[in-house]
């Protein structure tokens, strides 16, 4: 039997976003809004954005004690899920969030979207983000490949097309 030890399941939650993610999504982001990359990691996925026309703040700052732009455009750290999205929904601010596909079935996505008069809507990407793994602010040494989870764009008051968007080939 395999020995498991604390350390196996320290949470790191430095997954970066490649270009690509946004990239596939650009003709969903607002145009017309302020975005704010609430989430800094290393600085890219910011810098992605104002490259691809968005007006991004993109800050080192706190999330909680913040409120800044119209409208939320990050890969957020997935273990602090839902203390993040239920901030987003208290603030009425409207999202694009990259998340693990399992979240929609947590009892406070429920919580949070069943009632809402906003729905939740979903874009499915075409195959897995191939995020860019950090530990403690560098890439791993031991790093092969690049890591990818099944994953959604969670989109609220964003006004997509279709309550679910399949991104094509």
Same mark, same amino acid.
């Given at each position: 039997?395999?020995?498991?030890?604390?350390? +196996?399941?320290?949470?790191?939650?430095?997954?970066?976003?490649?270009?690509? +993610?946004?990239? /596939?999504?650009?003709?969903?982001?607002? *145009?017309?809004?302020?975005?704010?990359?609430?989430?800094?990691?290393?600085?890219?996925?910011?810098?992605?954005?104002? =490259?691809?026309?968005?007006?991004?703040?993109?800050?080192?700052? $706190?999330?909680?004690? /913040?409120? %800044?732009?119209?409208?939320?455009?990050? /890969?957020?750290?997935?273990? %602090?899920? *839902?203390?993040?999205?239920?901030? %987003?929904?208290?603030?009425?601010?409207?999202?694009?969030?990259?998340?693990?596909?399992?979240?929609?079935?947590?009892?406070?996505?429920?919580? %949070?979207?069943?009632?809402?008069?906003?729905?939740?809507?979903?874009?499915?990407?075409?195959?897995?983000?191939?995020?860019?793994?950090?530990? /403690?602010?560098?890439?791993? *040494? $031991?790093?092969?490949?690049?890591?990818?989870?099944?994953?959604?764009?969670?989109?609220?008051?964003?006004?997509?097309?279709? =309550?679910?968007?399949?991104?094509?080939?």
């Amino acid at each position: 039997m395999a020995k498991f030890t604390h350390d +196996a399941f320290k949470i790191h939650d430095d997954y970066m976003t490649p270009f690509s +993610a946004w990239e /596939n999504i650009k003709e969903y982001i607002p *145009k017309d809004k302020v975005i704010w990359e609430a989430f800094y990691g290393d600085g890219n996925s910011g810098k992605d954005l104002q =490259d691809l026309g968005f007006d991004v703040i993109h800050e080192k700052v $706190d999330f909680f004690e /913040n409120n %800044l732009g119209e409208c939320i455009v990050s /890969n957020p750290p997935f273990s %602090l899920t *839902k203390e993040i999205v239920s901030r %987003l929904v208290e603030l009425d601010k409207p999202f694009i969030l990259i998340l693990p596909a399992s979240k929609i079935n947590t009892q406070y996505f429920t919580k %949070l979207f069943s009632n809402n008069k906003d729905k939740l809507q979903i874009i499915i990407p075409r195959k897995r983000i191939q995020f860019i793994k950090y530990i /403690n602010g560098e890439i791993p *040494k $031991d790093y092969k490949s690049k890591c990818n989870f099944d994953c959604f764009y969670y989109c609220w008051k964003i006004d997509l097309p279709d =309550d679910i968007v399949w991104l094509g080939d």
